[in-house]
């Protein structure tokens, strides 16, 4: 059953992401960015939010199918481009092929979602290593593990990001910390698994929720 308040939500954060990528001048660009930075967690969480459905209409299966072929599809364009560009500037295409085509690369792409043409599409290897991982994990005899997990993944989200800074004294890779599949795309799919699973518990009243909504938007 679709759900009108997620759709919109998604709308949302769609036109976030536009935002992220306009690069908006100054002090006004920074708050931009700082806001609209939740869109790639709200899609993982409303992707979280759906999987139980998903998987019992049997769409996981084709999903990742899909996102299988639109990585492919997308390294394939990229590619061309770039050699297309190179051949224009009198470049050596070789050393091109060499620099993303290698073993540094493919375990960059494989454990932190990252390759070096698709860079700014990191969202599509990661939600698909996100959903490929969840059919493990949500295993009866698995998901009892979650509960503890996702605790540790925003510990290590939080401290490796806005408060390395505080903590550790210096700021750690974006990349393959807070941008990868592995702390990013799990923390913020299975928040949204688990508030679909638990929604008959969860009872706040309209008043505390834009309450704690202020705070938060203060706080950012």
Avoid at 74 to 92: E, N
Avoid at 106 to 115: A, D, G, P, R, T
Avoid at 160 to 188: A, D, H, P, W
Wanted: net charge positive; with cysteine.
């Amino acid at each position: 059953m679709r759900n009108n308040n997620l759709d919109i939500l998604k709308a949302i954060s769609a036109f976030s992401v536009v935002c992220i990528h306009i690069k908006f001048p100054g002090k006004f660009g920074e708050y931009i960015n700082i806001i609209t930075a939740l869109a790639v967690p709200i899609f993982f969480m409303i992707t979280g939010y759906y999987y139980e459905n998903m998987k019992k209409n049997g769409k996981v299966e084709k999903q990742i199918q899909k996102l299988i072929k639109l990585i492919i599809f997308t390294i394939i364009i990229y590619v061309i481009y770039g050699t297309m560009v190179r051949i224009f500037k009198k470049l050596d295409i070789k050393e091109y092929y060499l620099s993303i085509f290698n073993v540094k690369e493919m375990v960059k792409f494989i454990l932190f979602n990252e390759f070096p043409t698709i860079g700014h599409l990191w969202y599509l290897p990661a939600i698909l290593y996100t959903l490929l991982l969840a059919g493990f994990m949500t295993r009866k005899n698995n998901e009892k593990y979650l509960k503890y997990i996702v605790p540790i993944l925003f510990i290590i989200y939080i401290v490796t990001g806005k408060y390395s800074k505080i903590i550790f004294g210096r700021e750690f890779s974006y990349y393959y910390l807070r941008r990868s599949f592995i702390i990013e795309g799990n923390l913020y799919f299975y928040l949204g698994y688990f508030m679909k699973k638990y929604e008959n518990r969860i009872k706040i009243s309209l008043k505390i929720t834009y309450l704690v909504s202020m705070i938060l938007l203060i706080g950012t």
